[in-house]
């Protein structure tokens, strides 16, 4: 199986078995024209041997399942036709498009932090915060691809202006830049996530408490999820999911103050276990377990 | 088909045919010991004709399918084994227990506001704050049949302490005894909703304002959970989604103001038509339509 993760700064292209091991693993910055570039990573890791389907993650909005692309992380495809673009390059296969935070989940699913659980919240706390749905041990898509936006449930009613046009969206509030702004008008001079974490893992107040009310909304917003929808596992993935206990810590306080109701009882918010696999992973199963 | 209608204040029955219909209905006062009672008015709308099947909707805690109950309004019944109850009158036929908010909205999926929709939010605005899923044209139970849990999203961060144990659920901010609360501290006279929204009718502002607190509320809910489960519909019913103006204004425009993402154009939120009916109706689709 051929999947593809296209994202605004780099392509990554795999070869995964039926059980889902990455065979062979190619990554390149994203060029000016990505589609060639793409073709040639699949190429690389596909290796000459026969294709039986490919599965591609990329950012959204799309349409579904037609996979027509407009990412917002990659302003030169506007209605770009990567499902047909792929079908015809190897035709007579499988080929399916979704979104990537869609694939990450789809990946924790099947070969990381939520394998044999039927019922699981996948997130990506990155650039932006997005996320996805397995109902009943089944991707769950909604009716236009779309479910799984968990970056748009409001966590700070009032709160900072989000990109779609609201106002206290968890993406608004818990997305990299966001978190990195917030903290630079207090004067912390991380220039991007990582720096803030490093900073944080120093002991820096400011960005101790910017990266505590990041993860106090992830927190509050996998409650709130959890008791919508019957979960007992919540996956957080992303970049500034790796910024260690200072977001870790208030995240699960929250999720503790907030998921109290009984059927809750256990259940958890854990870290994505398969990085940048991950995506590669769910592209792969969007095909072999759709 | 028979339905049975569980509530605290009132028990209610009916003959419900297979278009949805209501063919004969009866309510009685909830008396210290229900069981008897429920037997005698599904008795009753039965008119000695022969029984196909059976849906009862209760309050929760429930564990589901087994149906065995403890609602929280209705103390007298701890472990209340009433899927065995009604299966033990009514024998080989299908018996079917769930929540009454989940019944409530598959009742409105059936026959009422969200007829036609295969994805839908349905909310029960009233004593408490409930709902159900029906996703892809089918009723969501989730794993534990916890699913729909509606009332513990997190809408006030640091906001007012749950009957959950939380803080700011949505429940704690719209159930219709915690709106007259709040308005009571300010001197309202109301004691309970129907008062209030008559206050609020009349201009009353502080009436207007602690209905514009929870329709924010209950707007701000329905807008994250359209984003997260990709809906273009929710119905709000209970007696508190019949306060009008104050409550529903508020909600609309919260929910506008939220609901912004392209996908979500179009997205309402609507309220229920069918009343006290929807419980029944919903509960004969438990097994009609499960």
Same mark, same amino acid.
């Given at each position: 199986m051929l999947a593809l993760d296209v994202g605004g700064t780099k392509l990554a292209a795999a070869l995964v078995d039926a059980t889902g091991d990455v065979l062979r693993r190619a990554v390149t910055p994203?060029? =000016?024209?990505?589609?060639?570039?793409?073709?040639?990573?699949?190429?690389?890791? +596909?290796?000459?041997? $026969? #294709?039986?389907?490919? *599965?591609? *993650?990329? !950012? !959204?909005?799309?349409?579904?399942?037609?996979g027509v692309v407009s990412p917002l992380n990659m302003p030169v495809w506007k209605q770009f036709p990567l499902r047909d673009r792929l079908a015809g390059a190897y035709p007579g296969v499988d080929v399916r498009v979704h979104n990537d935070a869609v694939c990450m989940v789809l990946g924790e699913h099947w070969t990381g932090a939520a394998q044999g659980v039927d019922d699981v919240l996948g997130m990506v706390v990155s650039t932006g915060v997005g996320g996805g749905l397995v109902l009943g041990g089944r991707? @769950?898509? *909604?009716?236009?691809?779309?479910?799984? @936006?968990? &970056? @748009?449930?409001?966590?700070? $009613? &009032? /709160?900072?202006?989000? /990109?779609? *046009? /609201?106002? &206290?969206?968890?993406?608004? #509030?818990? +997305?990299?830049?966001?978190? #990195?702004?917030?903290?630079?008008?207090?004067?912390? $001079?991380? +220039?991007?996530? +990582?720096?803030? =974490? =490093?900073?944080?893992g120093a002991g820096d107040p400011i960005a101790v408490a910017a990266l505590a009310r990041a993860g106090s909304a992830v927190g509050r917003a996998a409650a709130s999820v959890a008791a919508l929808l019957d979960l007992r596992l919540v996956v957080v993935g992303g970049g500034i999911a790796e910024s260690g206990k200072a977001f870790w810590d208030p995240l699960e306080q929250a999720f503790r103050d907030h998921a109290r109701l009984e059927f809750l009882s256990g259940a958890v918010v854990v870290p994505a276990v398969l990085g940048a696999q991950a995506g590669l992973v769910g592209a792969a199963a969007l095909v072999l377990r759709g």
């Open positions: 994203t060029p =000016a024209d990505p589609w060639p570039a793409c073709l040639q990573l699949l190429e690389q890791v +596909r290796a000459g041997e $026969p #294709v039986d389907g490919v *599965g591609a *993650g990329c !950012g !959204g909005p799309m349409t579904w399942p037609a991707l @769950h898509s *909604g009716p236009s691809g779309n479910a799984g @936006h968990i &970056g @748009h449930l409001v966590v700070e $009613p &009032g /709160g900072p202006l989000c /990109g779609c *046009g /609201g106002r &206290g969206c968890l993406e608004a #509030v818990a +997305r990299g830049p966001a978190i #990195v702004a917030a903290a630079a008008e207090l004067g912390c $001079p991380a +220039r991007d996530g +990582r720096e803030l =974490a =490093a900073l944080a």
